[in-house]
């Protein structure tokens, strides 16, 4: 397992971050600000949002979340942000898998522990799809509850969250890190 991380690490380039970066952003506009997305749905249920930007919701508070939808808005949900929702996390994996190797490749050797950081985008797909298959199951299957998804769900929602977190500070740390490398490079340079 970690000689395939470090080749892969090995492998990706800034350029390729910059192309997933695109990819990303591409998605992003999608699902959060497209007609087919987020921004059409709040336009629908007059501004009931999704389960997906929740943490940590009871049964209770998530199927009140479901109701406040009304149908049109869980249909909206269920056929036109769910399939962006299979993608998206895929590239937001892509371009976090990307930046932050590209980034632990420049500050650490490759025997460093850090080398593992960019699972951490590996972890954030998985628990985005798993919140996504019980979101779904919630929506198939409602007016019908099943409260033992949701809980669940909201508790992988919580983990994706931190998740999303984690990534966020690593790569500000790195980029921190790197910035002061380069300095550093630059100093001995001159001296």
Known sequence: MKSIIITLEEKIT???ALLFTAVFAVFLWLIDFSPIGVAGLLKITGGANILDYETRYTAQEGYAM???LG???RAFHLYKIMPLDIFFPAS???CGFCWLSVLVKYVS???????FLPLLSV???LCDWTENAGITAMLINYPDR???VCVCTGMVSCVKQWCVLGLLISAVVLTGAAAVKKIKR???YEA
Not at 109 to 115: H, Q, S
Request: charged share 20%; glycine share 8%.
């Open 71 to 73: 149908e049109a808005g």
């Open 109 to 115: 050797k490759p025997a460093n522990i850090l080398r």
């Open 14 to 16: 800034v350029k390729t």
């Open 92 to 94: 937001l994996m892509l």
């Open 123 to 125: 972890i954030n797909m």
């Open 186 to 188: 630059g100093i001995n």
């Open 146 to 148: 099943l409260p033992n």
């Open 66 to 68: 479901l109701e406040a």
